[in-house]
């Protein structure tokens, strides 16, 4: 089975911060991990899926994450945080190509002037 | 080209009514997956279909139930509502053999 662990419900920067989102997962095989991020009222956006290869993977928007295995992370970073990048942000992960998704219970990111 | 739709955007219900949801997905994708996502938690998986056949089911009760047409549009039903199915229902549609979901805006569902 699979499971994602997201700590803390919200975390605020400052606009230009760092930005520093932890997911850590659980998998019973190799997993392919993604994160997504929902503005309010939205569906969800995929940011950056890993799958194979290089572990350190580029997004969209400016993101990116590194699969560490040892660590069982997935942790998405952005080096300077811009006010539109306030939002919800989903770790999920999945053991397959045609299997389900199993999300984390999300991250509000709040970015301050 | 079209992302994945989703009708309708917002419907209030009430208590013992039924519901159908529907999602077309976007051109070319024969996978269709349902997900519940409820205030302040992460999505949930409900069903995934391909093929017009149900390839997978979460832990939902048997008031939930789908079905996907010839040419791989998708609806959900629930029936008997409850106040706990008040959720964004998000439909996500794929490549077989694929790993990227695009999702829908989803449709909001209150039960009064």
């Known amino acids: 089975a699979q499971s994602v662990t997201q700590l803390g419900s919200h975390v605020s920067v400052s606009e230009g911060a760092l930005v520093l989102l932890r997911c850590n997962y659980s998998?019973?095989?190799?997993?392919?991990l993604f994160w997504y991020v929902q503005y309010p009222n939205q569906g969800l956006q995929l940011l950056l899926k890993y799958t194979t290869g290089a572990t350190l993977v580029k997004g969209i928007n400016g993101f990116e994450a590194e699969f560490k295995k040892s660590e069982t992370s997935f942790h998405l970073t952005k080096p300077s945080a811009h006010m539109s990048d306030a939002a919800e942000y989903f770790c999920?992960?999945?053991?397959?190509?045609?299997?389900?998704?199993?999300f984390g219970k999300g991250i509000t990111l709040s970015v301050r002037p | 080209d079209a992302g994945v739709t989703q009708s309708p955007t917002h419907l209030i219900k009430t208590r013992g009514q039924h519901v159908t949801l529907r999602c077309s997905p976007i051109?070319?994708?024969?996978?269709v997956s349902w997900y519940q996502q409820v205030l302040g938690q992460g999505p949930q998986f409900i069903f995934q279909?391909?093929?017009?056949?149900?390839?997978g089911r979460g832990n939902f009760p048997d008031r939930f139930s789908a079905r996907q047409f010839p040419n791989y549009s998708s609806e959900l039903n629930v029936n008997a509502l409850l106040l706990g199915d008040s959720a964004l229902y998000l439909c996500?549609?794929?490549?077989?053999?694929?790993?990227?979901?695009?999702f829908g805006s989803g449709t909001r569902l209150t039960v009064v």
């Open positions: 999920a992960v999945k053991p397959g190509a045609n299997s389900k998704l199993t």
């Open positions: 051109s070319g994708h024969k996978s």
């Open positions: 279909y391909y093929e017009k056949e149900e390839r």
């Open positions: 996500a549609s794929s490549l077989m053999d694929s790993y990227g979901y695009t």
């Open positions: 998998s019973s095989v190799p997993p392919y």
